[in-house]
C-alpha cells in the first residue's frame, strides 16, 4: 500500500491559486492518484483522479510528474468555500482506499 | 456524478443498543462498498470492505462481531454497531465503487453522525 505523505495545513488568501503536494514514493506501476475534498461533517467528495502528466476538470488540476512519486493538486483562485481537508489517495483502480492525514486549507478573506 | 446516500443521518442510543445504518447508490449498482469511521479532528480509517452477496473483509483491529455488515443488494449495504458503547460515538461513513471507463471512482455518502450516551 502506497503511504501517503501532505503538509498538514496551509493557509491562502482568497483568489490566489494554491497547489497544494502529495508524496508517494512507493507508488505502483497499476495505482491511481485521487484528491478528495472534505468538510466538517459531510463525506468525502472527489476532486480529481489521474495516472500520470496532467489532468483538468472544471474545479482542479493535478499535475504528475514522470516518475510518478509525487502529485500536485492546484486549485484556481481560491474562495473562502475552498476551506476544507483535501485528501491524497494512491490505490489499484477498485481497491481500497487508506487515508493519510490530508491537508488542512484555509482561505482568508 | 454517482450518489450516494446514508441514513439515518445522525442517531442518539443509549449504551447497550444497536444501531443500524444504511448506505444506498441511489443511481449506480456498487458491487462493492466500503465503510469508514471519522473521530473528531481525524483522518477517515477503513473499517471493512463489503462486497455484494458475500462476506465483508475486514480490517485489522475491526471487531466482526461488534460491527456487523450486510451487502445483500447490489445498491444496499448495512453497518449494525452491536452493544454499543460510548467509545463507539464516530462519524460513520460510507462509500461505493463505481466502473466508469478507464477510472473507477468511490463516491461517500454524507455519513451518520453516531453518539452512545
Not at chain 1, 502529485?71 to 476551506?83: A, G, K, Q, W, Y
Request: net charge neutral.
Amino acid at each position: 500500500l502506497a503511504k501517503t505523505t501532505q503538509p498538514i495545513s496551509m493557509d491562502s488568501y482568497e483568489g490566489q491559486e494554491v497547489n497544494i503536494t502529495c508524496s508517494h514514493n512507493n507508488i505502483a506501476t497499476n495505482d491511481y492518484i485521487t484528491w478528495y475534498q472534505q468538510f466538517p461533517s459531510q463525506g468525502p467528495r472527489f476532486i480529481i483522479q489521474g495516472y500520470k502528466t496532467k489532468v483538468t476538470n472544471e474545479v482542479a488540476s493535478l499535475f504528475i510528474p514522470a516518475d510518478r512519486k509525487s502529485s500536485t493538486l492546484s486549485l484556481p483562485r481560491v474562495s473562502l468555500s475552498d476551506t476544507a481537508v483535501y485528501y491524497c489517495l494512491v490505490g489499484r483502480s477498485g481497491n481500497q482506499f487508506y487515508f493519510g492525514t490530508g491537508t488542512s486549507l484555509t482561505v482568508i478573506p | 456524478g454517482a450518489v450516494v446516500s446514508q441514513h439515518p443521518s445522525w442517531v442518539i442510543c443509549k449504551s447497550g443498543t444497536s444501531v443500524k445504518i444504511e448506505c444506498r447508490s441511489l443511481d449506480f449498482q456498487a458491487t462493492t462498498m466500503f465503510w469508514y469511521r471519522q473521530f473528531p479532528k481525524q483522518s477517515l480509517m477503513l473499517m471493512a470492505t463489503s462486497n455484494e452477496g458475500s462476506k465483508a473483509t475486514y480490517e485489522q483491529g475491526v471487531e466482526k462481531d461488534k460491527f456487523l455488515i450486510n451487502h445483500a443488494s447490489l445498491t444496499l449495504s448495512t453497518l449494525t454497531v452491536t452493544s454499543a458503547h460510548p467509545e463507539d460515538s464516530s462519524f460513520y461513513i460510507c462509500s461505493a465503487r463505481a466502473a466508469s471507463g478507464t477510472y473507477n471512482e468511490q463516491f461517500f455518502g454524507p455519513g451518520t453522525r453516531l453518539t452512545v450516551l
